[in-house]
């Protein structure tokens, strides 16, 4: 057998497993182990409890949208810092990776500040009737600004390596741009851009720090899954919060479950053979 | 289709890449532009697609001025040197994709007709369904000819198609290029830095060097009489040796080479390899045997005039003599040019 740079299989196996058990699988084991200490009755009247069921649909149509969002936005970001070049295209290259360095507390605490009535965006957008603190609205801007940087740090290297000559081997055989957008560069981009879109959403559903800040918390409108969790762990009520966790940890499961068959898809050109 | 250039140039920000290039291209040619890197050979062929535009002069496509007709109108087709097929589609979707998305709809019908004799053209029948980085470079390269051939264009522009292939697929493709370009007769303008290439497969030859055209003709006319030193040495190996010309006639250390209408003075006679003869009689220039090298069908042996310039030649593969031995060299074919 080839000898390889990095240690061989045994070690880097062990490793590897080593650590998935003890900082991955563990911690979620005891979590289901938690959840079912509960009987199936209850476990179900927890999970479908009518405010739980309003936290999911927070939960979750917040991060729809703001992960909508942030596939526009973070794909014409990274497409600006790919193909032009401009004075500050640097500051802003590193500023996009910002979100994650800033701890997601302080980035709450400045959104709501500037969201608030009395804030510089709050106060001219409540002039024109739109409140974005203490609604929905906020969650959406807290979770779009911390998941942001997934998009557009996937999508940019697969923009750099994409020939310039496919865009030009589009013109020749005369399709219009629209037709090379869609036809060309996007089914290129789609990998990058799914695995954008899963991790900004699995981020975004996991969103706590910045949220409970801009949120106002009120149950049935603007408490998110999250939040409900921690309240019922404040209320040293281990097997409910384990029980709405599971839900979460259920969730992305599924949800990643699916990217990652799209992505495959999607990918389906690369296999040889 | 003919393509007229007339006095075209292109700049980039700090230097001029075309330097006011006329060029006709006779309905059914098939034109290299050779040059080498930096030439602006690969700007021109760029120019004429549309996928840059000319700072000055003007680009016909038959009677219609061209210059300003965006790239997607111009009804030309282009081969990538790095092939540009589209990696998420099958070969036939590649070839499809030109006829699918233009102005004049076709049935699915008579898009898979024609995807189908394209692929039958270029001999790629059984590859429909596979995708780009399945098949082998030469095949892509193929594949890229009949994709550009799909949407029937006026003209076709090949950008170095060979020079990311090896040795003997390029051999091959080249024969190949020059069979589909007699069957289909459209005019071809294509783009190499490799000279054998343009010989063996043009009808004409363009030589272009630092953005000008410094001549053009047959292959055998550029061959026989190279317009200067330039075209000499790019055309193949050419020994140079410093002359000085006097009455029509070109002095290399007491040996005469006609010079007919060179000016006096200061030149040099430009000669191949193979125009070289070793002689011990003492009739030519007096060198000494430096080095010789053994290739399948000959030996090439480098010698160093008296002078200390170095000359290169081939002789047969029974060619007896050995480093360090000395004799002359007869020069019996050379060219003469004034000093640059």
Redesign the interface.
């Known amino acids: 057998m080839r000898r390889r740079v990095l240690p061989g299989l045994p070690l880097a196996l062990g490793i590897t497993l080593v650590y998935v058990a003890i900082i991955v699988v563990l911690p979620l084991a005891a979590l289901v182990f938690k959840a079912a200490s509960l009987g199936p009755e209850d476990y179900w009247r927890i999970v479908s409890s009518d405010r739980a069921v309003a936290s999911y649909r927070v939960t979750v149509t917040c991060a729809l949208v703001a992960t909508v969002f942030n596939l526009f936005f973070g794909m014409a970001l990274a497409w600006v810092l790919v193909r032009y070049r401009f004075p500050g295209r640097r500051l802003v290259d590193a500023l996009v990776d910002l979100p994650f360095a800033l701890p997601t507390a302080v980035a709450g605490i400045a959104l709501t500040t500037l969201f608030a009535t009395n804030g510089w965006f709050g106060g001219p957008l409540s002039v024109i009737g739109v409140k974005v603190a203490y609604t929905p609205l906020g969650i959406m801007v807290a979770m779009s600004f911390t998941s942001i940087p997934f998009i557009v740090r996937t999508v940019q290297p697969v923009l750099e390596e994409l020939?310039p000559?496919?865009e030009?081997?589009?013109?020749?055989?005369?399709?219009?741009d629209l037709?090379i957008f869609f036809?060309?560069i996007l089914?290129?981009l789609t990998p990058a851009l799914l695995a954008g879109v899963s991790l900004s959403f699995a981020r975004s559903l996991g969103e706590f720090g910045a949220i409970i800040f801009i949120a106002g918390n009120q149950p049935f409108s603007t408490e998110i899954t999250a939040l409900l969790a921690f309240i019922r762990l404040e209320e040293y009520d281990y097997p409910a919060s384990a029980a709405i966790a599971s839900v979460m940890l259920l969730t992305a499961f599924v949800m990643l479950a699916i990217t990652n068959l799209m992505q495959a898809r999607a990918l389906r050109?690369?296999?040889?053979? | 289709m003919n393509i007229r250039l007339d006095n075209v140039v292109k700049e980039f920000e700090t230097f001029r890449a075309v330097h006011g290039v006329s060029l006709d291209i006779e309905s059914g040619e098939l034109v290299a532009l050779l040059g080498p890197s930096g030439s602006g050979k690969t700007t021109i062929l760029r120019m004429v697609?549309g996928?840059e535009y000319a700072d000055a002069g003007a680009i016909y496509f038959g009677d219609e001025n061209a210059t300003d007709i965006p790239?997607?109108?111009r009804g030309?087709?282009?081969v990538?040197q790095?092939y540009?097929?589209?990696?998420?589609?099958t070969v036939g979707e590649n070839i499809a994709?030109?006829m699918k998305?233009?102005?004049v709809k076709r049935s699915p019908q008579a898009i898979a007709e024609r995807v189908k004799e394209l692929l039958d053209l270029v001999q790629l029948s059984g590859l429909r369904d596979r995708?780009p980085?399945?098949i082998s470079g030469g095949q892509r390269q193929r594949v890229a000819l009949a994709?550009?051939l799909?949407?029937d264009p006026r003209v076709l522009l090949l950008d170095e198609p060979f020079g990311a292939l090896d040795a003997n697929v390029r051999r091959d493709l080249r024969r190949w290029l020059r069979k589909i370009h007699d069957e289909l007769g459209i005019t071809t303008l294509f783009v190499t830095h490799d000279q054998e290439e343009a010989l063996d497969l043009a009808d004409r030859v363009v030589i272009l060097n630092k953005g000008r055209i410094v001549q053009e003709g047959t292959p055998e006319a550029v061959c026989r009489n190279p317009a200067d030193a330039f075209v000499m040495n790019f055309l193949g190996d050419a020994n140079r040796l410093d002359a000085d010309i006097r009455g029509g006639k070109a002095y290399v250390e007491d040996v005469a080479f006609e010079a007919d209408g060179v000016a006096d003075g200061g030149g040099q006679i430009l000669f191949r390899p193979a125009d070289v003869t070793w002689r011990e009689d003492g009739q030519g220039i007096a060198a000494k045997i430096v080095r010789v090298i053994d290739r399948p069908d000959s030996r090439r042996v480098l010698a160093m005039t008296g002078s200390g310039q170095p000359v290169e030649f081939d002789t047969a593969p029974e060619f007896p003599h050995r480093k360090g031995e000395a004799g002359f060299l007869q020069i019996r074919r050379a060219r003469v040019y004034a000093s640059a």
Do not use: C, I
């Not at chain 1, 050109?269 to 053979?273: D, F, I, V």
């Not at chain 2, 540009?84 to 589609?89: G, K, N, Q, S, T």
């Open positions: 020939d000559a496919l030009e081997a589009g013109q020749t055989l005369g399709a219009s037709s036809g060309v089914p290129l050109y690369t296999a040889r053979g | 697609a996928l790239v997607r109108d030309v087709g282009f990538f790095h540009a097929l589209f990696p998420h589609m994709f030109g998305v233009s102005k995708f980085g399945q994709r550009a799909a949407v």
